[in-house]
C-alpha cells in the first residue's frame, strides 16, 4: 500500500514508519506543523510543535530512507483544537484536545489530503491494535491510546494502521535503538502540546479574561473566583478554601460564573449521558458492556440504553469526577465500541 | 529525474569543482607572513581581482563573506549603523526581498531603534518608482532592492532607484544572487553601493559569496576579529571556497549572454507547453522583465506543498517558492505583496532552469504535470 505516516518528531511515530516501510508499503513521511509561531528548541515535555521536533522528524525519515515533506496545519489545528478547548472551557466543559486532534485533523484534514493525493492510508504510532478495522487496547496498557482513537468512524480506521499495537513502549525504544533512530531515547510527551508551560489556567485566562464569580456550597456562597473556566469538576486545588475536609468541583455553570462544591462522596455519578455516538464496532442496545470516562481513567461495568440521539450509561459502580465535554468510550473487554461525549451526569 | 531548481543552489561547474580541490590541498592561512601564508593570500588576492573584474568593481570593493544571507545582513545592518549615528534611521525596503533581506530589516526595527518603509510592487512584481521617490528623505539611512525577485524572477530597475537613491544621499544595497549569471550586472554602472552575490546560484561552492561594497561606504562590521576583509569582516579566508567562487564566476559571466539566450528560449518553451497542458495555469511575474531561466505559476484549486509532494513521487523537483527552516510552506510573501490572496499564493511552483538544463527536463515535467495538477485539486 501507499500510506502516509504521520511523523511528530517522537519515538512512537518514528517506529511505526519504520515497521511500516520495513512490511513493505511504500511510505512517506509527513510532519505536521500545528503551531502558529513554532519555537526553535523543545522545552519541557511538550512532543511535537518546534522546529526541532520537526527537525527530528526528518531526520528519522531519512534513517528510515522515506521521502519526507513538513505540512501546515496550523490553521485547521488552531481552529479545530485551539480554539475549541477555549471554548469548551467557557463553556463550563472539560475538552479533551488530544481526542479532538485526532478526530479533526490527524485522520480527518490530514486523512482526506492524504487519499486525494492518492495514498491508500495514513500510519501513526499510536498504542492500540487495529486489526481488521477493530481497534482494541496496546499491548502496553500503560501506554494504551484506544481511549483517544476511538472517535474515528469505521471509514477513517479502514484508511488507518496501526503498527505498534502489539508492542510496549519499552520495546518500541528498543527497536528505535538498533534501528539508528536518534529519537530512541526522547523523553515521551505528557502536555498538552500547545500549552507551553502547562499552566492551563494561566492560558484560558489570557484569552477569556477576568470573569469573577461565585464559589458554591448548598446554596451558600463559600468564597470566590477569576473565571469558571479554570475549574474542572473533580479538581480539589486552586478553590482557596479552608475547610475542614476537602472540598471538590461538583458543577460549573458558565452563565452564572457559578462553582458548585462539595464533599468527595457527592462527586459520584451513576448515569452518564451523552451525546449523538460514533461506532467503530457497532452493536444493537441496550447494551452490557464496559465504560471509561477519561483518559487513563479507570473502567465500569454499564449498561447502555438509547436517551435521545445519544446513550444513557447506567453505570454498575459509581464513577468520580466525570466531566461534561470528556469522551465516554465503550469497551468490550480490549474490544473499542464506539464513543461520544459526555453531555451531564447525575 | 528532471532538476528544474536552479535558483535553490545550481550544480558546480566542474572548473570551480576542480578550483576548490586544487586549493583543498594546499595548505596555509592567507593571514599567515610565511611562504605557505603568501600562497594562500595570492590565490585569494587573485579570486579578489577575478570577481572584481568580472562584475565591474575594484578588488578593493569585493568582501569575501559565507554567502548571500551574510553579505544582506553585513549590508543592511552595518549600513544601519554606520548611518544611524547621522540620525538617519529609515530603511526603505522592497516588500518582495527574500528572508536574508526581510528579516534583519524587522530585526532592527524591533531591537535597534530602525523604523521602515516598506515599498509597494504591482501586480508584475515591479517597485513603483514613484512610491520609491516619495518615500526618500534625508531620515532615510539605505535603500535596499533586490535586483531579480528569487521567486518570481521580476527584474527590478535598479540603475533607475539607485540614482533616486544618492539624489537624497541614501546608499542603495541590492540582493543580485540571482542575477549575477542570468543578467549582465555591473556594479560600477548599476551604480549601487553594495551588491549581494553567492556562489552556488552561479556554479561555485556553497558557502562562499561576497558583498560587493563601494569604498566610500560606511559599514558597521557584523563580525569583529582579525578584520581581515578591509575591518568590515573578519575570519580566516576560505581559501578554497573564495577560490571556487570566482572561478565559477569568471565563468558565469563570461558564459552569461549565450546561458540567457539558451534558457530563455527552453523557458519560453517550457511557459508554452504547460500552459498547453493546464489551461488554467496562471504564468506571474514579468513576462518581459524577468530572469531567463525564471518560470512561476499559480495553478488555482491546488496546494503548491501537494504538487511538490506528487512531482517529487515521479523524479521532477521543484520548488513552491522560497522555503523557511521548518520546511513549512506558507503563503509566499511575494505573492501577497503582488495582490494575490492567501490561497492563491499557496497554489504556486517555482520552475528555476540553469546551466545544466535540457529540453528532457521540460519533457518530463510537462509528462507528469496534467495528472499531477489533476490529483492535487480540489
Same mark, same amino acid.
Given at each position: 500500500m501507499r500510506l502516509l505516516a504521520a511523523m511528530s518528531g517522537g519515538v512512537d511515530s518514528a517506529v511505526a514508519a519504520l515497521l511500516a516501510a520495513r512490511s513493505g508499503h511504500d511510505v512517506t513521511g509527513v510532519h505536521l506543523a500545528l503551531s502558529q509561531s513554532p519555537a526553535a528548541l523543545r522545552s519541557g %515535555?511538550?512532543? $511535537? $510543535?518546534s522546529r526541532e521536533d520537526a527537525r527530528d522528524a526528518a531526520r528519522a525519515a531519512d534513517v528510515i530512507g522515506i521521502p519526507f515533506y513538513v505540512w501546515d496545519l496550523a490553521e485547521q489545528f488552531q481552529a479545530s483544537v485551539v480554539d475549541d478547548f477555549v471554548a469548551e472551557y467557557a463553556a463550563g466543559r472539560t475538552p479533551n484536545p488530544c481526542v479532538r486532534c485526532n478526530e479533526k485533523v490527524k485522520f480527518a484534514a490530514v486523512l482526506d489530503r492524504a487519499l486525494q493525493l492518492g495514498f491508500d492510508g495514513v500510519v501513526t504510532g499510536h498504542h492500540a491494535r487495529l486489526s481488521s478495522g477493530v481497534l482494541s487496547r496496546s499491548a502496553d496498557l500503560e501506554k494504551d491510546q484506544s481511549y483517544v482513537l476511538a472517535v474515528l468512524s469505521p471509514e477513517q480506521l479502514a484508511a488507518t494502521v496501526l503498527p @505498534?499495537? *502489539?508492542?510496549t513502549k519499552a520495546e518500541v525504544r528498543s527497536l528505535a535503538r538498533s534501528e539508528g533512530l536518534a529519537v530512541a531515547d526522547k523523553p515521551d510527551s505528557h502536555d498538552i502540546c500547545f500549552i507551553a508551560d502547562g499552566d492551563t489556567a494561566g492560558f484560558l485566562r489570557d484569552r477569556l479574561g477576568s470573569q469573577p464569580g461565585d464559589i458554591v456550597e448548598d446554596g451558600v456562597v463559600v468564597g470566590s473566583h477569576d473565571g469558571a473556566y479554570a475549574f474542572t469538576v473533580g479538581q480539589r486545588r486552586g478553590l482557596g478554601l479552608s475547610r475542614p475536609t476537602p472540598r471538590y468541583v461538583l458543577s460549573i455553570e458558565p452563565v452564572s460564573r457559578t462553582v458548585t462544591v462539595g464533599p468527595a462522596a457527592a462527586l459520584d455519578v451513576s448515569t452518564v449521558f451523552t451525546g449523538a455516538p460514533v461506532w467503530s464496532s457497532p452493536r444493537s442496545l441496550p447494551l452490557e458492556c464496559s465504560v471509561q470516562l477519561r483518559a487513563h481513567g479507570a473502567v465500569h461495568d454499564c449498561v447502555v440504553t438509547p436517551e435521545g440521539a445519544g446513550w444513557s450509561v447506567a453505570l454498575r459502580s459509581p464513577a468520580r469526577g466525570v466531566a461534561a465535554g470528556q469522551t465516554a468510550v465503550l469497551y468490550d473487554r480490549d474490544t473499542v465500541l464506539g464513543s461520544a461525549t459526555i453531555r451531564s451526569t447525575t | 529525474m528532471a532538476y528544474l531548481d536552479h535558483a535553490a543552489s545550481t550544480p558546480m561547474l566542474p572548473e570551480a569543482v576542480e578550483a576548490v580541490a586544487e586549493a583543498m590541498r594546499e595548505v596555509g592561512n *592567507? %593571514? %599567515? @607572513?610565511h611562504a605557505t601564508g603568501r600562497r594562500a593570500r595570492r590565490t585569494v588576492e587573485e579570486s579578489r581581482e577575478t570577481v572584481a573584474f568580472a562584475l565591474g568593481a575594484r578588488p578593493s570593493e569585493v568582501v569575501f563573506t559565507a554567502g548571500g544571507t551574510e553579505s544582506d545582513n553585513l549590508a543592511v545592518k552595518g549600513i544601519y549603523w554606520a548611518r544611524r549615528a547621522l540620525g538617519r534611521t529609515r530603511i526603505l525596503a522592497s516588500a518582495v526581498e527574500h528572508h536574508a533581506v526581510l528579516d534583519a530589516v524587522e530585526w532592527l526595527v524591533a531591537h535597534e531603534g530602525a523604523s521602515v518603509t516598506w515599498l509597494p510592487v504591482d501586480d508584475l512584481g515591479r517597485v513603483d518608482v514613484d512610491a520609491f521617490e516619495e518615500a526618500l528623505g534625508d531620515d532615510v539611512a539605505l535603500a535596499t532592492v533586490m535586483w531579480a525577485n528569487n521567486e518570481v524572477g521580476t527584474v527590478q530597475q535598479v540603475r533607475l532607484l539607485a540614482d533616486l537613491a544618492h539624489e537624497h544621499g541614501v546608499p542603495f544595497h541590492t540582493d543580485a544572487v540571482q542575477a549575477v549569471g542570468q543578467l549582465p550586472v555591473d556594479f560600477a554602472a548599476a551604480g549601487v553601493d553594495a551588491l549581494t552575490l553567492t556562489g552556488h546560484k552561479l556554479g561555485g561552492p556553497l558557502g562562499a559569496g561576497a558583498l560587493l561594497l563601494g569604498r566610500d561606504v560606511a559599514c558597521t562590521p557584523l563580525l569583529h576579529g582579525g578584520?581581515?576583509?578591509?575591518?568590515?569582516r573578519s575570519g580566516t579566508l576560505d581559501t578554497p571556497g573564495v577560490h571556487g567562487l570566482a572561478v565559477a564566476t569568471a565563468i558565469a559571466v563570461e558564459r552569461q549572454p549565450a546561458t540567457a539566450l539558451r534558457l530563455q528560449a527552453l523557458r519560453d518553451e517550457l511557459v508554452k507547453r504547460v500552459v498547453d497542458a493546464v489551461p488554467f495555469a496562471v504564468y506571474n511575474g514579468d513576462p518581459v522583465h524577468r530572469l531567463p531561466g525564471n518560470a512561476h505559476f499559480s495553478f488555482p484549486g491546488c496546494e503548491g506543498d501537494s504538487l511538490l509532494l506528487l512531482l517529487d513521487a515521479r523524479g521532477v523537483e521543484v520548488s513552491t517558492g522560497s522555503a523557511c527552516s521548518s520546511g513549512v510552506a506558507r503563503p509566499s510573501h511575494v505573492l501577497v505583496a503582488m495582490g494575490q490572496d492567501g490561497t492563491a499564493a499557496r497554489s504556486s511552483l517555482r520552475f528555476s532552469l540553469g546551466h545544466t538544463s535540457t529540453v528532457e527536463d521540460v519533457d518530463a515535467l510537462v509528462e507528469a504535470l496534467p495528472a499531477v495538477v489533476e490529483r492535487a485539486r480540489r
Open positions: %515535555s511538550r512532543g $511535537c $510543535c @505498534l499495537g *502489539a508492542m | *592567507a %593571514s %599567515s @607572513l578584520g581581515q576583509e578591509r575591518d568590515v
